[in-house]
């Protein structure tokens, strides 16, 4: 690594070159990797399968009717695009300067405007624009590189990251605050070593990692606390909410919301003595509550307000659940990663799902590939057409007309709703409140550049609304939103405070039942005057061969009749993302009970009686979207949402199609993954899901097949997964060329054959050795019950040698 004098020798060499000539990245590039102790670039050649990177590296973009080539500044497969400012337009126009001489390239470069003003934001916004379509380009063959740099040469280096490796979005890196490396930037080690990372080892700079690691070892922490707390007796209410109070208190210590440190020192002070931390802890809460002067930290408090320190109880401690906080308490709260941290602590308040803690949830990649098409993508495509309009304007000198434009696309943003109707902790809300905050940092980067100050709105948890069954899950998504959006508040804003109080009851988050409402109900009772009862839909045990989970039939609850039962009434909002719960429809009474099942199809007369019960909420968002009116700014945008994979299969499919073949306002598919694996939170087990997201009108839409799967290195992380992509018109098959589901039976062929056995249930399956052992094949008489079981799998694929047990043919 290199030397004081070294580094100074080269801020000094290139700060005030101004970069005027596009000749000079080439040699600024070279440089700085000599600086950094890095190899100089490789010779350009047609293959880029070497480790080194190169410059001018050609690329083909296909248009409509042509196709036209450029060329990246500097590239490194699978690492980075790098473009210069000053490239957008010379690259052009490199012969019309030849052609011209001196005084074109003269006005040209005056044309790209002084450092910080709306010209230099403009050709810096085309560079980054520029930059996005080449990693488009170059994804065909190499993969998404995770980073963009667009570079001022001897000014300054922006950079910009997509750790998805499927193009959702570049988005300022490591966040608003921080995106930008200047000249004087480079003494400090720490941004040296960032762009050495880039150079050589890219993914290992993706937050999420070290998040997962941080957060897994917390929720252990947390599982050892519930358990201790009830074996003392106490209610797991009583326990949720203690315990949710002392979480919050540690991240507010490491993003200076109290003292650093203070609530970490108040426990370690308690160490030898826990029985006085019930008193010191309740008053800490209930000053952090009013905003007043906390004798526990010798200091004023800010107000937090909200509900969570509504009420400020704490539980008496003993040694061991001291030191459990204590050691929670040191981990780096900063680091928490929200989208799994939620469904940890449900699971570690919730002693029946304690056993599958840290073992199974939903990765963020998941749901950020359900995120990013329904909610992301729409709000992007208008934040492009903003960028267009403001560089327009700021070419022909009315700054003030481009920054309200991009005043009233913030202010839209801060009010734009998303509900996940069946929002568990919160992982999909947290993930679209992220993204959204990334975005919003680039439009008030923007606004900053044309001459506002810092906004007085801003995108935060009131936007995001939740209905929730679960009311613990209920209350750790409220949590999970405020962690998030304060996490994300202190990387853009540094030190500065929020405004007060910190926390405020927006009330987004409702626990109720997402899709039947009732006046009352009442249990049913059996012939005998017993009460009837089913699972409970939460306990689950290991079967003893597979180890996977599965209902505990012993868990039981109440069946109950309904009264007026009817559908329940989701907000509005302008997106709707979510998971609904998985139940297939021959399992819905076993699982619901009679009472409720009944009730759900009087409340929705018009769903067939064979749909899961996840159709339930797609019909609901879909009849959201068809009410869409853009001008009025009424109804659902888009909505995206898991189905288990049977969506595709002809009893799911008769609830997409009224509303996708409807001739007078139709929805489309505007994009579908037809099989993809999961993660099941109820049952912690590996499934495959459909993913679909919708909008109003005729539209071409995008179906994702996968090409290839890889398990990651911790199980939890789910797979990582490559696909094919097709555009086209989606049919509720989710396929994309004929509409094969639309094909009827035709007459000529009527009564040629017979589908045979039907077997519902695996225990109507045996193998062939269970079927000679029963007689077939030696036995006459068995040969009419047991019979060879072949459907298409079977002819396509390997034969799995089935045999069906069924019904004495008729005579």
């Known amino acids: 690594m290199s030397n004081a004098p070294q580094i100074d020798a080269f801020i000094a060499r290139w700060k005030d070159t101004g970069g005027s000539e596009h000749a000079n990245y080439q040699l600024f590039v070279i440089e700085l990797t000599e600086l950094l102790g890095l190899d100089r670039p490789n010779p350009a050649t047609d293959d880029d399968s070497n480790d080194h990177y190169r410059f001018e590296r050609p690329v083909t973009f296909a248009h409509t009717h042509k196709r036209t080539t450029g060329f990246i500044d500097a590239y490194r497969a699978g690492h980075f695009v790098l473009e210069t400012k000053q490239g957008v337009n010379q690259k052009k126009n490199r012969a019309a300067d030849l052609a011209k001489g001196t005084a074109a390239r003269s006005q040209r470069r005056i044309g790209h405007g002084v450092r910080g003003t709306a010209a230099w934001d403009d050709t810096m916004l085309k560079a980054r624009n520029q930059a996005d379509n080449y990693a488009r380009a170059v994804a065909r063959e190499d993969g998404w590189p995770p980073f963009l740099m667009i570079v001022d040469v001897g000014h300054v280096i922006e950079l910009y990251a997509d750790f998805s490796k499927q193009g959702q979005g570049y988005n300022q890196f490591p966040d608003g605050n921080r995106y930008r490396i200047y000249p004087d930037d480079l003494r400090k080690d720490d941004i040296r070593d960032l762009l050495c990372t880039i150079w050589t080892d890219p993914y290992s700079l993706d937050p999420s990692l070290k998040a997962a690691e941080v957060t897994r070892d917390i929720a252990a922490h947390l599982a050892e606390l519930g358990k201790s707390f009830e074996g003392q007796g106490h209610y797991s209410e009583t326990v949720a909410r203690f315990l949710m109070r002392c979480l919050f208190s540690m991240f507010a210590e ?77 981990a780096d709260w900063k680091q928490v990663e929200p989208a799994i941290f939620g469904t940890l602590l449900e699971r570690a308040l919730d ?46 000198g009315k700054t003030d007309d481009a920054l309200k434009l991009v005043r009233d696309f913030h202010g839209k ?37 044309l001459g506002d100050t810092r906004p007085l709105i801003t995108v935060d948890p009131h936007q995001f609304l939740g209905i929730e069954l679960n009311p613990w899950a209920a209350n750790v998504a409220e949590l999970v939103l405020w962690i998030g959006y304060l996490q994300w508040h202190y990387r853009t804003y540094g030190t500065a405070a929020p405004s007060e109080p910190v926390l405020r009851d927006f009330k987004n988050i409702k626990n109720a039942d997402a899709v039947l409402e009732w006046s009352d109900r009442s249990p049913r009772l059996d012939e005998l005057g017993a009460p009837v009862t089913v699972w409970d839909k939460v306990t689950t045990s290991p079967h003893p ?113 009224p509303h996708l073949n409807d001739q007078k306002n139709p929805l489309s598919l505007l994009f579908a993954i037809p099989d993809h694996p999961w993660v099941d939170t109820l049952y912690g087990a590996a499934v495959r899901i459909s993913m679909t997201v919708a909008s109003q009108g005729q539209r071409i839409g995008m179906v994702s097949s996968i090409a290839s799967e890889k398990k990651e290195e911790h199980e939890a992380e789910g797979r990582t997964v490559t696909f094919e992509r097709r555009h086209g018109k989606i049919f509720s098959n989710l396929q994309i060329g004929p509409n094969l589901s639309d094909c009827v039976p035709l007459s000529s062929n009527l009564g040629l054959a017979h589908q045979g056995f039907k077997p519902y249930g695996l225990a109507f399956w045996v193998d062939e050795a269970e079927a000679r052992r029963m007689g077939y094949g030696t036995k006459p008489n068995a040969d009419m019950f047991i019979r060879p079981y072949i459907n298409g799998r079977d002819l396509n694929q390997v034969s799995r040698n089935r045999f069906a047990l069924g019904n004495s043919p008729r005579k």
């Not at 526990?296 to 307000?305: C, D, E, R, S, Y």
């Not at 993508?377 to 700021?394: F, G, H, S, Y």
């Not at 909002?573 to 998985?582: C, E, M, R, S």
């Open 254 to 330: 490491d993003v200076d919301l109290i003292p650093r440190g203070s609530f970490t020192d108040l426990l370690r002070k308690l160490r030898g003595h826990p029985q006085d931390a019930e008193h010191a802890l309740a008053g800490l809460w209930q000053a952090m509550d009013k905003g007043e002067y906390a004798h526990a930290l010798l200091t004023k408090v800010k107000k937090f307000n909200g509900g969570l320190f509504r009420d400020p109880s704490a539980l008496p401690l003993n040694d061991l659940q001291l030191g459990l906080l204590i050691e929670a308490a040191e």
């Open 351 to 396: 002693k029946r799902q304690r056993h599958k803690l840290g073992a199974h949830y939903t990765p963020r990649a998941y749901v950020q590939r359900l995120v990013t098409p329904t909610i992301i993508e729409p709000l992007r495509e208008d934040w492009r057409d903003v960028q267009t309009a403001v560089q327009r304007l700021t070419e022909d």
């Open 413 to 449: 943003l801060c009010e734009t709703t998303v509900l996940d109707p069946a929002c568990g902790s919160g992982n999909f809300l947290y993930v679209a409140l992220e993204m959204m905050k990334r975005l919003e940092g680039e439009v008030t980067s923007l606004m900053i550049e």
């Open 545 to 657: 061969v597979t180890g996977n989970e599965l209902p505990d039939k012993s868990a039981r609850e109440p069946v109950f009749d309904y009264v007026s039962p009817r559908a329940t009434v989701w907000p509005d909002a302008d997106f709707i993302v979510g998971n609904p719960p998985f139940i297939g429809s021959k399992n819905l009474r076993e699982d619901l009970g009679d009472g409720y099942v009944e009730a759900l199809w009087q409340a929705y007369p018009k769903m067939p009686g064979s749909a899961d019960l996840v159709m339930f909420w797609w019909e609901k968002a879909a009849l959201a979207a068809r009410t869409y009116d853009a001008k009025k700014g009424k109804g659902t945008r888009r909505f995206g949402l898991i189905t288990t994979n049977s969506l595709r299969q002809t009893f799911n499919r008769r609830v997409l199609e």
